[in-house]
Nanobody
Framework: QVQLVESGGGLEQAGGSLRLSCLAS????????MAWFRQAPGKEREFVSA????????YYAGSVKGRFTISRDNAKNTVYLQMNNLKPDDTAVYYC?????????????????WGQGTQVTVSS
């Protein structure tokens, strides 16, 4: 059974930074792409960032490009999302996800397993 557990969310002021972590278990972590999505109140879940199995390919939503960095440590079965220069619009529940392929995708349907989410709140 694949399990994803996010951590690192919290309350931060605009302009500040947070680092989210997602610990995966239940299968060979290094073989699969990982992604972060987020859902703000009253809005649909949206893509944030994705990384392929090796970390050599990374993708970002336009709204976070240049501010967020995705990375992974396959030895620790963990994917990270470093979030800098946070804005109030970044306020959302952030979800970690993984699927059945090694290549990263920005499509929700590419991911079969999801974490429980971690709340990020950015105050102005």
């Amino acid at each position: 059974q694949v399990q994803l557990v996010e951590s690192g969310g919290g309350l931060e002021q605009a302009g500040g930074s947070l680092r989210l972590s997602c610990l995966a278990s239940g299968r060979t972590f290094s073989s699969y792409a990982m992604a972060w999505f987020r859902q703000a109140p009253g809005k649909e879940r949206e893509f944030v960032s994705a990384i392929n199995w090796s970390g050599s390919s990374r993708y970002y939503a336009g709204s976070v490009k240049g501010r967020f960095t995705i990375s992974r440590d396959n030895a620790k079965n963990t994917v990270y999302l470093q979030m800098n220069n946070l804005k109030p619009d970044d306020t959302a529940v952030y979800y970690c996800a993984t699927g059945g392929t090694a290549n990263a995708s920005d499509r929700e349907r590419s991911y079969d397993y999801w974490g429980q989410g971690t709340q990020v709140t950015v105050s102005s």
